[in-house]
């Protein structure tokens, strides 16, 4: 199908939609918060063709928007006082409310649920369009699926072009994420997506509320959710991304350490120190963030980066709702930067010992964090082992569980293919390393140590104070190697030829050590902490 293109100050613009919309046809409108893509909400097909055009799970419901007060009674089961309470101070505005709903509502718009939502929209293009087609309008945010809501026409037609009838082009949306949605048909007032009213807002007018514990965290496993839409993928750009909490110096030197091209997804003014970045509004400036975030999200992908690392804005007032459609862009990860207690690399050879200094790094009181070990756990993600199976195909996977000889078959057979399987696990790994070096902190560690063969490979130099290495002559690395793994000498060259030179090790680090004697080296280390003051 051809999408009709209008432009929202053409004289007929609204009429032509409005018309499209009253024969059961889908029509992409302009809303103060997102492009939203509207149906005649009381009819059927017309909502089931809603779902087919944005690829959308059947059982996550659809607000139903109007432009009057008097539209709603006969929408919802009982008029509960409250909604008018809430509607006299926030609507039209960026407000969706949950009330129990009349069998007048088709359970294709509620998905089954005995709850209808309803919001009333401020946008005058929207307003008018409802007000011309004479029905309520059943509209989810106009994107594909799971992918960044759209605020301007032209995300729409990036997501769903020939597969809607029309789409509205009112330019960019003001406030540039998602209503707030409250639901009243709980005992207290639940709050189950942060928008542009803003929490403390709400309380003002209905006292307490609660918030959703799935708008800062992932559900657990098979939990019951009040929103269906809370437990779907959203916002996700292709690329990976974290949220980085901590300083800008902190953020600067860790972006800057990354070996895949990546993204810096920034404020305003801090760009200018990346190769590659995108600012999203100032940092003290929660509704610039709000107006900015979803479009950043899709300019990290045409710019082709496969991850980008988004500084954390403050979740306070409207910063709350930005937080939330990060935090499920990034699949929950996010990083703390700032680190109270001394962070060392550990590297070197196989065979020179980096073992043996980790046991005494640990009597010394400093958690050794084994990053091979950490290695195996990233590919247990949920997100990573859907991106992988993107990558390398499904067959990766047996009865939902990862393969990992099957993954390693595929990911080590040219560098390429091992190349795409670090730019996938490197933020995970990243990630687990740095809350290891928080968990440090919270025992009471004197200092954390980053145990890692290919530490200079690896972004995590970035957030080491110093780096070891430890060397050991050839000879005594072969013979450790044989004794350890059980293998020849000759398999036990191989393993050390596929390995960089010494000089490699040692220009890159603070502290070399030099382990051929355990006595020395017990020597070396406690000059080394002594020196550290640990
Ligand atoms: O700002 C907005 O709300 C935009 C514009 C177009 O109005 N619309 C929007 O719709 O964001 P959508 O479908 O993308 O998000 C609606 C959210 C979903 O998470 C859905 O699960 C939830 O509201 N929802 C809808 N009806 C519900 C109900 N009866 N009970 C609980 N959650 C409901
Ligand atoms: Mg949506």
Not at 38 to 46: F, V
Not at 62 to 80: A, K, N, T
Not at 193 to 212: H, K, W
Request: hydrophobic share 40%; net charge negative; aromatic share 6%.
């Amino acid at each position: 199908m051809k999408t009709l293109y209008l432009k929202a100050e053409d004289e007929n613009s609204i009429a032509v939609a409005a018309d499209i919309l009253k024969k059961g046809g889908l029509v992409a409108i302009p809303t103060e918060t997102v492009y939203g893509l509207a149906a005649d909400a009381l009819n059927p097909e017309a909502v089931k063709n809603i779902f087919i055009a944005k690829g959308r799970p059947q059982d996550n419901p659809l607000i139903v928007h109007v432009s009057s007060l008097e539209e709603i009674p006969p929408l919802v089961d009982e008029v509960d006082p409250r909604l008018y309470k809430l509607a006299e101070k926030f609507w039209p505005g960026p407000l969706t409310i949950i009330l129990k709903k009349s069998s007048l509502i088709p359970d294709e718009v509620s998905a089954g649920l005995d709850t209808v939502a309803i919001r009333m929209p401020s946008h005058p293009i929207a307003n008018k369009i409802i007000k011309e087609s004479g029905v309520p309008l059943a509209a989810p945010s106009a994107n594909a699926s799971g992918k960044p809501s759209p605020t301007r026409a032209s995300h729409v037609l990036e997501d769903i072009d020939g597969k809607i009838d029309a789409i509205v082009d009112g330019g960019s949306c003001s406030v540039g994420v998602e209503s707030t949605v409250i639901t009243l048909a709980t005992e207290i007032p639940t709050l189950l997506r942060p928008g542009g009213v803003t929490p403390e807002e709400l309380s003002e007018v209905l006292g307490e509320i609660e918030i959703s514990h799935a708008v800062f965290e992932k559900l657990n496993e098979g939990e019951k959710v009040q929103s269906p839409g809370m437990k779907y993928k959203h916002y996700a750009p292709k690329a990976q991304v974290t949220i980085v909490k901590g300083s800008f110096e902190n953020y600067c030197k860790f972006v800057k350490a990354q070996k895949e091209e990546t993204c810096a997804v920034c404020f305003e003014g801090e760009g200018k120190n990346f190769d590659k970045y995108i600012e999203y509004g100032s940092a003290d400036n929660s509704l610039a963030q709000a107006q900015h975030i979803f479009d950043a999200l899709r300019e990290v992908d045409a710019m082709g980066c496969k991850t980008a690392f988004v500084r954390c804005p403050v979740t306070t007032g409207v910063g709350l709702a930005v937080y939330n459609r990060l935090l499920r862009s990034a699949a929950f990860r996010e990083i703390n930067l700032d680190i109270n207690i001394p962070v060392y690399g550990l590297t070197g050879h196989t065979g020179a010992g980096k073992s043996t200094i980790g046991e005494m790094l640990e009597k010394a009181n400093l958690k050794v964090i084994d990053t091979d070990s950490l290695a195996r756990k990233a590919v247990e993600s949920r997100d990573v082992i859907d991106r992988l199976c993107k990558a390398f195909g499904d067959d990766i996977i047996k009865d939902g569980v990862l393969e990992r000889k099957a993954l390693a078959r595929k990911a080590f057979k040219d560098e390429e293919s091992t190349k795409l399987l670090n730019s996938i696990t490197h933020p995970e790994i990243t990630r687990l390393t740095i809350e290891a070096i928080h968990l440090a902190e919270n025992e009471g560690k004197k200092g954390a140590v980053i145990d890692a063969p290919v530490l200079f490979e690896s972004p995590l130099t970035a957030v080491c104070n110093k780096i070891i290495c430890v060397v050991a002559p050839e000879e005594v690395r072969l013979q450790r190697i044989m004794e350890r793994d059980g293998i020849s000498r000759e398999d036990a060259l191989i393993r050390m030829g596929a390995q960089k030179s010494k000089e490699y090790y040692v220009s890159k680090s603070d502290f070399v050590i030099e382990n051929n004697n355990l006595n020395e080296t017990e020597k070396i280390i406690s000059e080394f902490l002594k020196e550290e003051m640990l």
